[in-house]
């Protein structure tokens, strides 16, 4: 939903706009990654570890694109001559969400023998990345300024690991430690 206006239904948003290809690319890596991650899980449920560890590498393969990914399409939206507190703003938000995502993508792969933090490791690498379809959404449905919809844009991509604290609570009594490193 956060991506559609300006990747999967761009043609009804903005049809003035034509994307690059590279931009192109971004998305279709960043949906491979998420449709790859359901993949991952559905295989560990039905007990297929060994198919999982295997797909596992073309994941981290998905993973290493995904960085460089936003690297060009940081490059190119600089490119574009954007003023420049809206280049910085752009510049910091790509660099945060990147360290946001590798480092827990990191740890899930140090952890990778450990079920408990790989798992736990991948959700919060995963859930980084719904920090900008969030704010896209949050500033496509309000009229807030651009700030305050940040602000809100953060409670509601933390509200995700909600989930994943309950589920701990309610089986083991605890949130695991996880999720503090991610």
Same mark, same amino acid.
């Given at each position: ?14 049809? *003035?706009?034509? /994307?690059?290809? &590279?931009?192109?690319?971004?998305? &279709?890596?960043?949906?491979?990654? =998420? ?30 694109? !995904? ?38 993508? =990191?740890?899930? =792969? ?11 490791? !991948?959700?919060?690498?995963? &859930? ?6 969030? /704010?896209?959404?949050? $500033?496509?449905?309000?009229? &807030? ?12 991509? *933390? ?8 589920? *701990? $609570? ?13």
């Amino acid at each position: 939903a956060g991506f559609a206006p300006s990747f999967y239904l761009r043609s009804s948003f903005h049809p *003035d706009h034509e /994307l690059s290809v &590279l931009l192109h690319i971004h998305g &279709l890596v960043f949906s491979a990654w =998420i449709v790859l991650f359901l993949g991952q899980t559905l295989l560990i449920a039905r007990g297929s570890r060994r198919l999982h560890q295997r797909l596992g590498w073309l994941t981290v393969g998905v993973a290493v694109a !995904m960085v460089a990914l936003v690297g060009a399409a940081t490059v190119e939206q600089m490119r574009r001559g954007l003023p420049l507190q809206e280049a910085a703003t752009d510049i910091a938000f790509n660099l945060f969400g990147t360290i946001m995502f590798g480092v827990p993508l =990191i740890a899930a =792969i140090y952890w990778r023998k450990r079920p408990d933090w790989h798992k736990r490791m !991948m959700l919060c690498a995963t &859930l980084s990345l719904l920090g900008a379809p969030i /704010l896209r959404l949050i $500033l496509l449905t309000s009229n &807030l300024e651009f700030p305050t919809a940040v602000n809100w844009s953060i409670v509601l991509w *933390d509200a995700f690991f909600l989930p994943g604290f309950a589920f *701990d $609570l309610l089986t083991r009594g605890r949130v695991h430690r996880a999720y503090a490193y991610g």
